[in-house]
């Protein structure tokens, strides 16, 4: 069974950055797509970022592309979100997600191992 943890979140200033990680265990990690995705209060979990094997497949929400960059690490079995210029509407809870289905990489419905999450917040 495959386990994921987030770390790295916290409090920040408006244009300031964080880097966030994800730590998998249990196997396979190297044959999953990896997303990030994020919850606002009150708001639904929106697709943030999401790579396949390689850094030469990313995909990114438009409202993060050129502030967020996505990477992994196979090696050390974990994946990386770096969040630069940081706005007060990223503030929320960040998850990163395994799928292993190729397509369908900015859905949801496509992942099947979530972590818990960690909060980020950006003050104003």
């Known amino acids: 069974q495959v386990q994921l943890e987030e770390s790295g979140g916290g409090l920040v200033q408006t244009g300031g950055s964080l880097r966030l990680s994800c730590a998998a265990s249990?196997?396979?990690?190297?044959?999953?797509?990896m997303g990030w995705f994020r919850q606002a209060p009150g708001k639904e979990r929106e697709f943030v970022a999401a790579?396949?094997?390689?850094?030469?497949?990313?995909y990114y929400a438009d409202s993060v592309k050129g502030r967020f960059t996505i990477s992994r690490d196979h090696a050390k079995n974990s994946g990386y979100l770096q969040m630069n210029s940081l706005r007060p509407e990223d503030t929320a809870v960040y998850y990163c997600?395994?799928?292993?289905?190729?397509?369908?990489?900015?859905?949801?419905?496509?992942?099947?191992?979530w972590g818990r999450g960690t909060q980020v917040t950006v003050s104003s």
């Open positions: 997600a395994l799928s292993n289905l190729e397509d369908w990489v900015t859905m949801i419905g496509a992942y099947k191992y």
């Open positions: 249990g196997g396979g990690f190297s044959s999953y797509v």
């Open positions: 790579i396949r094997y390689s850094e030469i497949n990313t």
